[in-house]
């Protein structure tokens, strides 16, 4: 039984992309994932290309799953989605409380993801399996790293079936953040989030914005690369290979690569771990 793999898109904003985003699923389906996963913008700014991206997979005969967020939501808007959500015929769903846009006033009937999972489990029981996201090295609005741990376990405790991570390149926090979340009762299946590194400047913003930190030996080595792409994406494969290697050797309970829309970097990943 091989280990099982999921994939993250995000809408393509033209015809073309679309186009290209369709190729690209085509060609990442051959590893047979378990599910793709279509993310949202702030405040569910492109809901309507998550749902086309989302019902175009269902349509491919894939597992979907549309991240939901709930700033700015009421209760009534949440329900009306669930309902859209089933008669697509969507079984899971990403739950997260998503970024506040800026200059945004009120947080809607949810202040936390648990209180989505809550909402989602008393409105439709256990239709839905549903992922929430885990940061192993704390969420960057996060008061303290205990009081981040504490927010994951209450979404564990309202209902959610597995969790995600924001992508890491330290094996340690990882398993920390595991052992921790399970000394607190909170013990659904962990899964590593992936991203690969195909151009360092994009790398480097991502991950200041979302709290995610690059060792200090990869970033001086991308720093080191200056423009040279080839140099980059030939180190990128040796360095997210090495840790997905790391992490399968460790039992973990799957992979779930962040695609950037792109297939060449997570097939060679998959064909050098003999998971493709």
């Not at 894939?62 to 991240?67: K, P, T």
């Not at 480097?204 to 991308?222: H, K, N, Q, V, Y």
Request: proline share 5%; net charge negative.
């Amino acid at each position: 039984m091989g280990l099982p793999l999921s994939f993250e898109f995000f809408p393509p904003k033209t015809p073309e992309g679309a186009a290209k985003l369709h190729a690209v699923r085509q060609q990442l389906y051959s590893a047979k994932p378990e599910f793709c996963s279509v993310t949202y913008g702030a405040g569910g700014s492109t809901q309507d290309g998550t749902l086309q991206t989302v019902q175009a997979i269902l349509d491919e005969g894939q597992q979907g799953a549309s991240h939901f967020t709930c700033v700015g939501a009421s209760r009534e808007s949440v329900r009306d989605k669930l309902a859209l959500f089933k008669s697509m015929g969507l079984r899971r769903l990403v739950a997260l409380r998503g970024d506040l846009p800026s200059g945004y006033g009120g947080m809607g009937e949810f202040r936390y993801a648990a209180d989505l999972v809550a909402f989602i489990r008393a409105e439709t029981g256990d239709h839905f399996h549903l992922e929430v996201a885990a940061y192993p090295e704390t969420h960057p609005q996060a008061k303290s790293a205990q009081a981040d741990l504490q927010a994951y376990a209450a979404k564990v405790k309202a209902g959610a079936s597995s969790a995600i991570t924001q992508f890491f390149f330290n094996t340690d926090a990882y398993f920390r953040f595991v052992d921790d979340a399970y000394k607190l009762g909170a013990e659904v299946p962990v899964v590593p989030g992936i991203m690969p590194i195909t151009n360092s400047a994009g790398l480097l913003r991502f991950a200041d914005s979302c709290g995610a930190e690059i060792p200090r030996w990869i970033r001086l080595r991308l720093q080191g690369y200056g423009d040279d792409v080839e140099s980059i994406k030939a180190f990128g494969l040796d360095v997210v290979t090495d840790l997905c290697d790391q992490l399968r050797n460790a039992g973990v309970p799957g992979l779930h690569f962040y695609t950037m829309n792109q297939s060449a970097p997570v097939l060679e990943i998959l064909r050098r771990l003999d998971l493709g």
